[in-house]
């Protein structure tokens, strides 16, 4: 028992010799009480092992897998790629909004049935 | 000083402390481990002009313990105590069975703060100046809560033949 303890054990009874005694009993069994079970040394100072590699061989797949879902991702979503202001299809109508009426009739010409008062759209006959 | 030198020299210590306040080996090894882990992580920020490695480690050690109880507060929300019946005396079970487990038993009727300082003083080799210093209370105040510990630990002992 260290001094300090045993200074503790005496300070701590009051002044009596009996519960001194006591003290250094109690004192004694914790002592004996302190010492790590056999193998926790060891087992304590692998794990401080474990945790010092920086990266867990069985997370790698899992880093992997993560890496390529978010590169998938990133390349193939929706605007991802830059989209031409000009369409290579230089006739379609959407880059001439001047024109877009007319153009919209010489690519999708209207059936003859809807150039009628019900379909809203101007009759070639009577302009109505 | 190397940090296994450390280790080697106050691994004991520090294992006895942080089974004394929690209730099972297995997790006073998972704190040892923590523990020593950030130490060995903040080895370079040690400065041995401000105290000893003991010192040091204790801190550390002490903190872990605080942390993993304040975890354990918020997790059990039903006290095992409920399922004495169902699993026994906790002390008299298991690996502490005898008079380890007496001794646990003993410490467990102290409250956390005593518990705290009468390990500290058990097993750190601090004086009740480092002890104070350590836990942030005054140097009076320790020895005034050890004193009373001390008398509590010889009373329960007692009762048990010791």
């Known amino acids: 028992m260290s001094e300090e303890l045993k200074n503790f054990a005496r300070e701590a009874s009051g002044g009596e010799p009996a519960a001194e005694a006591a003290n250094a009993r109690v004192l004694a069994r914790f002592a004996a009480a302190g010492a790590a079970p056999e193998g926790a040394k060891a087992r304590v100072l692998a794990a401080l092992e474990a945790r010092r590699k920086p990266l867990a061989p069985r997370l790698v797949p899992a880093f992997a897998i993560s890496a390529a879902v978010v590169a998938a991702f990133l390349l193939l979503r929706p605007g991802a790629r830059p989209e031409p202001l000009l369409s290579t299809d230089w006739l379609s109508y959407d880059n001439f909004p001047y024109y877009s009426d007319e153009a919209r009739q010489y690519l999708n010409p209207a059936d003859p049935e809807e150039r009628s008062l019900e379909g809203l759209i101007p009759s070639a006959e009577d302009g109505f | ?162």
């Open chain 2, 1 to 162: 000083m190397e940090f296994a030198e450390i280790y080697d020299k106050h691994f004991d210590r520090i294992y006895a402390y942080v089974r004394c306040r929690v209730a099972s080996g297995a997790v006073a090894e998972d704190i040892c481990s923590a523990a020593f882990g950030k130490a060995f992580e903040n080895f370079s920020q040690y400065d041995p002009a401000r105290g000893e490695p003991v010192q040091w480690l204790f801190g550390i050690a002490r903190n872990e313990v605080n942390r993993h109880l304040r975890r354990s507060a918020i997790v059990s929300f039903i006290p095992l105590d409920l399922f004495g019946d169902i699993f026994g005396d906790r002390a008299a079970a298991g690996p502490d069975a005898g008079e380890t487990g007496e001794l646990y038993a003993a410490l467990e009727e102290l409250e956390p703060k005593e518990r705290d300082l009468i390990s500290l003083k058990f097993y750190s080799g601090l004086n009740n100046r480092e002890i104070a210093g350590l836990t942030g209370l005054s140097e009076s105040n320790v020895g005034t809560i050890l004193y009373r510990c001390m008398a509590k630990l010889r009373k329960k002992l007692a009762a048990e033949g010791l």
